[in-house]
């Protein structure tokens, strides 16, 4: 039996080949519905399947996006992947996902081993600080999306949380139930400053100020995940411990609930707790942490929507720096004092 080919279909539809490669390639924009409907009831009646393969090499593309996350094990990068994955396959491209585990070579090596295998774009959340390693991309007009984190000098299409504002939210509801003696806690801001511990550092230092408050240094903690016990053990040994807590991100808010329960450490009634990142085990602790939630399943879906438009349009694009705003999603977790 004769292989059905792409111009089998376009004349037992009435159209031109490069519509229906318009159609497989769900490229609908200058196509009328019925156009659209008439295809796929073509294509439908004789079965016909497409060669993928090759398809992508006459096109030069192979309908796969990589996505290099920084650290899988967080929160938002779950939540951004799994929407990133539904929206990119929903528009027929696969994902190839991988976890730089916050090491800037292992991600360079990610990025040469993805474009070797020519997929159409990367989402990375970047760990490094190479403005090199992305400025050849962006010169080769490659489809590149920065998720959570900048670069310095690089200028791409960017996707973060308004990190300054999430920290003057928990701040202000510190305030608002009279603590003054409010501490931060952070992962290290890194040699080169990971952008939203960086953010929510200087987010700190302003809403303390703001709200009329003495900084003291003392209670500002950025060290590493292992060492984030111990800091609680500090922080609340201080002649004048802190009477609230804000986590600067889920990691470091688990940190501080295994340190309270180890500890005996009533929560609220002896120290109040607001964590940045909506983590679900917020949620089933016992009482509910008070969170910041950054909108992570939007900032996903936006991503994978403006990849799939650097994609289709095929040229350069204005880059531009996305803030997502955060919202207060209220618990049980912080006291008000008398």
């Known amino acids: 039996m004769k292989k059905l080919t792409i111009e089998d279909v376009a ?11 318009q159609f497989l390639n769900k490229r609908f924009k200058y196509m009328s519905e019925a156009t659209k409907n008439r295809i796929a009831e073509v294509i439908e009646e004789l079965n016909y399947q497409p060669n993928g ?38 528009n027929g491209i696969q994902v190839m996902i991988c976890n730089a585990d916050e090491n800037a070579e292992k991600e360079s090596k990610y990025i040469e081993t993805l474009i070797a295998r020519q997929v159409d774009g990367l989402i990375v959340f970047p760990t490094g600080n190479d403005p090199a390693l992305y400025t050849r991309l962006i010169e080769a007009n490659y489809p590149l999306v920065f998720m959570d984190r900048l670069v310095d000098g690089v200028t791409t299409q960017s996707l973060l949380l308004d990190n300054e504002m999430a920290v003057k939210l928990g701040i202000a509801e510190f305030v608002r139930s009279g603590h003054e003696r409010i501490a931060l806690l952070s992962l290290p801001l890194g040699s080169h400053g990971v952008t939203p511990r960086k953010e929510r550092m200087s987010g700190y230092k302003k809403a303390i100020e703001e709200a009329g408050l003495t900084l003291h240094e003392e209670y500002i903690s950025s060290v590493r995940r292992e060492e984030l016990a111990a800091e609680v053990d500090r922080l ?46 917020a949620h089933i602790y016992n009482p509910v942490i008070t969170t910041i939630r950054q909108p992570a399943y939007e900032m996903g879906m936006q991503a994978a929507k403006i990849m799939l438009s650097c994609i289709e349009d095929e040229g350069p694009s204005v880059p531009i720096t996305y803030r997502f705003p955060p919202t207060l999603q209220q618990g049980q977790s912080v006291k008000r004092k008398n």
């Open 11 to 21: 004349q037992k539809a009435g159209v031109s080949k490069s519509t229906v490669s």
């Open 53 to 90: 393969l090759a398809r992508s090499l006459k096109q030069n593309r192979t309908h796969m996006v990589g996505i290099i996350v920084a650290n899988i094990d967080y929160s938002l990068s779950i939540a951004c992947i799994r929407a990133i994955e539904n929206e990119l396959q929903r």
């Open 236 to 281: 609340l040994g201080l002649p004048q411990p802190p009477t609230a807590l804000l986590a600067s991100n889920d990691i470091a808010l688990a940190e501080i609930l295994k340190a309270a329960n180890r500890k005996g450490i009533v929560i609220p009634e002896e120290l109040s707790v607001i964590g940045i990142d909506d983590a679900e085990f």
